[in-house]
């Protein structure tokens, strides 16, 4: 699964200007990816919003130097999207001189709204983001810096950039190479990589035997899931519930809300429980989201004046999460330079290189708040032996390739809008680090554009976890309440791992 927080080796992500140079140089003229082009078509254009907290105010002049001294030199940030005349309708990347007052927005802010409520003041101004859409006619990214003291941080930086630029890996890695350790202003940051063997390697180092097994069973759960995956997209639609999507529309409002958590609590039940970190983390995306719905269709009962002691809530509820996953060679967060080193072929280089996979979520009242985890683990580890990711991938460039942007992004839509929400976590530094000499207390990275109401994006950053929301407001008015219930869940699932395992073998903390 894409960016999996697993605890094991660390690497360094760093910047190698030379590299990036030279790939500069040889970018223009370059087509967009299938990806990217479908990122652009008039239903399906996305954008990433990574929304940065600092401990200092920040200096937008420094800032500024640093994007010139770094960011702007890579090729898709110093591009823009054009219509290659030769080719019909087709989009090719162009280089063009990069202005970094059209791209870094200060606003001019009223002290009065600021001060009455600055947390709210920031959610306003970044949800205002999402109806404006970013000119084509230079570089598809912006920076907006608000000196505002919120509850946890002293000023915040919103980068809005567009999708077509890279996937969420690519640029969460490229946005990490310009920040350093703030223990040491000339050491770049690291983050986790995972250094655990694939099913496939652990089936061979089991013998022949498991090994056919294994093989039998990841041709088998991948016909599956592409089965479902075409059934989705013809017929298959989640149960309607208070968070799934009504209809499918263009650009719409959406609000962003975060939670910080602490990610020791959940490498504790980690330890306890024999587990990976993403599947407490799937463990408590289904516990918080249980309890979120079971207080709704409480709220709806109480709302139509029903006597019944019992929730009128559906049985069996389908209910599935969308979850991007990178399939470039090297897993987890990449270094930059390896990124830039493998030459002009950006299908190998940069861009847009994901496939999709749909994973049921189980919504229900657990007595024993574990069981939500169990539950999870179990889902992951079948997910694990499946090549569907690959297959959608694949699927999607052929689509693009044959029938056009047009009946691609149907069926992405078609997809999506019959699922319920999107998914994704990725690993962070594992010191603090500082932006341009800002230091960070946190980051909030999501995704908006697609026909989701609601997206959870977990994000890994130090010794804590950023849990980050995306909801269409109009559906889900109250997504501090979600944010609430997530955190409420981490909390019962970790008390749960202390009175079972902890009070019986401190050695497991």
């Known amino acids: 699964m894409a960016g999996e927080i697993k605890a094991g080796e660390e690497v360094v992500v760093a910047a190698d200007v030379k590299a990036i140079d030279k790939e500069k140089s040889s970018f223009t003229g370059y087509a967009l990816s299938p990806a990217a082009r479908l990122f652009h078509s008039p239903k399906f254009n996305c954008y990433i919003v990574a929304i940065m907290g600092c401990k200092t105010k920040i200096n937008p002049a420094v800032v500024k130097l640093g994007l010139e001294r770094t960011l702007i030199k890579h090729p898709r940030f110093s591009s823009k999207p054009v219509v290659d005349g030769c080719k019909g309708r087709k989009m090719k990347w162009e280089q063009t001189e990069v202005n970094l007052d059209d791209h870094i927005i200060i606003p001019n802010l009223d002290d009065g709204d600021v001060v009455e409520s600055p947390d709210k003041f920031v959610e306003d101004y970044v949800s ?3 109806t404006l859409p970013l000119d084509l006619n230079k570089p598809l990214w912006e920076l907006h810096l608000l000196n505002v003291k919120t509850s946890d941080a002293e000023a915040v930086g919103v980068f809005k950039i567009h999708h077509s630029i890279g996937d969420g890996a690519s640029l969460v890695s490229l946005l990490l190479a310009c920040t350093r350790k703030s223990s040491d202003p000339e050491e770049l940051p690291t983050v986790p990589m995972n250094n655990k ?14 090994l056919i097994w294994t093989l039998l069973k990841l041709i088998w759960n991948t016909l599956v899931d592409l089965f479902l995956f075409a059934a989705t997209m013809l017929f298959l639609k989640d149960t309607k519930t208070p968070i799934k999507a009504l209809k499918v529309e263009g650009q719409q409002l959406r609000r962003f809300v975060h939670r910080t958590v602490s990610l020791d609590d959940i490498k504790l039940v980690k330890n306890a429980l024999n587990m990976t970190i993403n599947d407490v ?19 709806d009962q109480q709302h139509r004046g029903t006597e019944s002691q019992k929730l009128d809530i559906p049985r069996n509820i389908r209910l599935r999460a969308s979850v991007l996953v990178n399939l470039r060679p090297t897993t987890g967060i990449q270094d930059l330079a390896d990124l830039m080193a493998k030459g002009p072929k950006e299908k190998w280089g940069w861009g847009n290189w994901i496939g ?9 009242s657990q007595d024993d708040p574990l069981e939500h985890v169990r539950r999870a683990k179990s889902i992951i580890d079948r997910k694990k032996l499946s090549l569907e990711p690959v297959f959608t991938c694949l699927g999607a460039r052929i689509v693009i390739q044959t029938l ?24 962070g530094p594992v010191e603090e680090i500082s932006f341009y000499g800002h230091p960070l207390s946190y980051l909030a990275p999501t995704v908006y554009g697609h026909p989701h109401a609601l997206t959870i994006h977990f994000q890994s950053y130090c010794n804590t976890i950023t849990i980050s929301l995306a909801v269409d407001p109009g559906l889900i008015p109250d997504p501090h309440v979600l944010c609430g219930d997530l955190e409420d869940s981490l909390k019962a699932i970790k008390e749960a791992v202390v009175q079972k395992f902890v009070q019986k073998d401190p050695g497991i903390v």
């Open 281 to 299: 983390i799937v463990g408590v995306t289904q516990a918080g989201l249980s309890k979120y719905l079971y207080r709704r269709y409480g709220e």
């Open 404 to 427: 056009g942007v047009k009946v691609a992004s149907w069926i992405a839509n078609r997809v999506l809008f019959n699922t319920t929400l999107a998914f994704s976590n990725m690993a």
């Open 128 to 130: 205002h983001l999402t």
């Open 356 to 364: 999709y996979l749909m994973l049921p979520l189980t919504i229900s």
């Open 197 to 210: 063997p694939s099913p496939g390697a652990a089936a061979l180092s089991g013998g022949v035997f498991l």
